[in-house]
Antibody, heavy 120, light 111 residues
Framework: QGQLQESGPGLVKPSETLFLTCTVS????????WTWIRQPPGQGLEWIGF???????HYNPSLQSRALISVDKSKNQFSLRLSSVVTADTGRYYC??????????????WGKGTTVTVSS | ENALTQSPGILSLSPGERATLSCRAS???????LAWYQQKPGQAPRLLIS???NRATGIPDRFSASGSGTDFTLTISRLEAEDFAVYYC????????????FGQGTRLEIK
């Protein structure tokens, strides 16, 4: 089923760009959809965006102007770039596989998450 | 945008009791794209149910789910200590613009 591992800086300054990477092990990044989700401290889950197996991307409308998801097949990774961060971007960031089986879509493999703090 | 509203926000029950969690969509959705997740403190969410009623691999049969249209339910038949957690419903919109929406969660706590 594979495993996912997020990596990136734990601290980012306001107005800077956050860059996170998710490394896929035990499977290939090819042929799947991949997504990023975040969770502010003490709050619920918020979808950021996903990239499909053709490289097409879809984003939460509230983040679309600042988020960019890409895949690096040579490294078996996918990444999230979030520009112009503000303190409200602080939280736990998760990568996950958006799997599909027949007509069903669901997120079945998750990374453990990485904590990002936006602060000067 | 299709919003998902979960109720109750907090559910206090004792081990051995039955838990019923609700997820209501603001517009009718396809059951194929409705999933449920469990999240324990300090952990990533875990897939419980896909397609509104299909248990994921390794999920005990005390977990069941049903629903269609705008109303979906997750039921835990006999609560065990490990079941106390936060539960989220989630929907994937297959038509443009493709989006993923989560409910705000139901916290299941020990009474």
């Amino acid at each position: 089923q594979g495993q996912l591992q997020e990596s990136g800086p734990g601290l980012v300054k306001p107005s800077e760009t956050l860059f996170l990477t998710c490394t896929v092990s035990g499977g290939s990044v090819r042929g799947h959809y991949w997504t990023w989700i975040r969770q502010p401290p003490g709050q619920g889950l918020e979808w950021i965006g996903f990239i499909n197996d053709s490289g097409g991307t879809h984003y939460n409308p509230s983040l679309q102007s600042r988020a960019l998801i890409s895949v690096d097949k040579s490294k078996n990774q996918f990444s999230l770039r979030l520009s112009s961060v503000v303190t409200a971007d602080t939280g736990r960031y998760y990568c996950a596989r958006l799997n599909y089986y027949g007509p069903l879509y669901y997120m079945d493999v998750w990374g453990k998450g990485t904590t990002v703090t936006v602060s000067s | 945008e299709n919003a998902l509203t979960q109720s109750p926000g907090i559910l206090s029950l004792s081990p051995g009791e039955r838990a019923t969690l609700s997820c209501r969509a603001s517009h009718s959705v396809s059951s194929d794209y409705l999933a449920w997740y469990q999240q324990k403190p300090g952990q990533a969410p875990r897939l419980l149910i896909s397609g509104a009623s299909n248990r994921a691999t390794g999920i005990p049969d005390r977990f069941s789910a049903s629903g269609s249209g705008t109303d979906f339910t997750l039921t835990i038949s006999r609560l065990e200590a490990e079941d106390f957690a936060v539960y989220y419903c989630q929907h994937y919109t297959s038509s443009a613009p493709r989006t993923i929406t989560f409910g705000q969660g139901t916290r299941l706590e020990i009474k």
